[in-house]
T-cell receptor
Framework: ETGVTQTPRHLVMGMTNKKSLKCEQHLGHNAMYWYKQSAKKPLELMFV???????ENNSVPSRFSPECPNSSHLFLHLHTLQPEDSALYLC??????????????FGPGTRLTVT | DAKTTQPPSMDCAEGRAANLPCNHSTISGNEYVYWYRQIHSQGPQYIIH???NNETNEMASLIITEDRKSSTLILPHATLRDTAVYYCIVRVLNNAGNMLTFGGGTRLMVKP
């Protein structure tokens, strides 16, 4: 596997379910991100992890809970979601280093539908 | 991050150059210009970035005006596979947290 992978690619869940999205990066990067892309809206940054520490929580509801067990893996735990949480959830990674460009590499996304 | 303004959509004929403008009139001296694109149903893809000099790589060229208040992304020979939404983002290079703020972008349609 190369780049950034995300599983599952598609997920349908009820409002009372608990599920997790998984992201894995094979690029040796030290920062990982979760973004949300709703229909006809710009990408919204949700969470940022740098060196496995959360450095940003962009006012995301507590029904979304991120976890970064190591620099290669990132999870997004979901519980008690609402239909308006249906969206494409994108994971990205980058190599943080002072003074250099840190382009982000994105995974293919998980298309989530909450029923 | 400085706000950017892009046209919502553009068309380009296949094989011709696609010139995508971006206005960032409030850009600060230490803010870089980044371009990403998102092909339908895929994650965004990094294209290029620059500070004040023009930049070129295998994908595109980035032309930044001398006052840095606007820039143009150039795809020299557009193909149908270049049909995507193109995002212009400006940000401070050393800003902790490495947060990208995406706007609406420009939807480029390359036509045969």
């Amino acid at each position: 596997e190369t780049g950034v992978t995300q599983t599952p690619r598609h997920l349908v869940m009820g409002m009372t379910n608990k599920k997790s999205l998984k992201c894995e990066q094979h690029l040796g990067h030290n920062a990982m991100y979760w973004y949300k892309q709703s229909a006809k809206k710009p990408l919204e940054l949700m969470f940022v992890y740098s060196l496995e520490e959360r450095v940003e929580n962009n006012s995301v509801p507590s029904r979304f809970s991120p976890e970064c067990p190591n620099s290669s893996h990132l999870f997004l735990h979901l519980h008690t979601l609402q239909p308006e949480d249906s969206a494409l959830y994108l994971c990205a990674s980058s190599q943080d280093r002072q003074g250099f460009g840190y382009e982000q590499y994105f995974g293919p996304g998980t298309r989530l539908t909450v029923t | 991050d400085a706000k950017t303004t892009q046209p919502p959509s553009m068309d380009c004929a296949e094989g011709r150059a696609a010139n995508l403008p971006c206005n960032h009139s409030t850009i600060s001296g230490n803010e870089y210009v980044y371009w990403y694109r998102q092909i339908h149903s895929q994650g965004p893809q990094y294209i290029i970035h620059g500070l004040k000099n023009n930049e070129t790589n295998e994908m595109a060229s980035l032309i930044i005006t001398e006052d840095r208040k606007s820039s143009t992304l150039i795809l020299p020979h557009a193909t149908l596979r270049d049909t995507a939404v193109y995002y212009c983002i400006v940000r401070v290079l050393n800003n902790a947290g490495n947060m990208l703020t995406f706007g609406g972008g420009t939807r480029l349609m390359v036509k045969p």
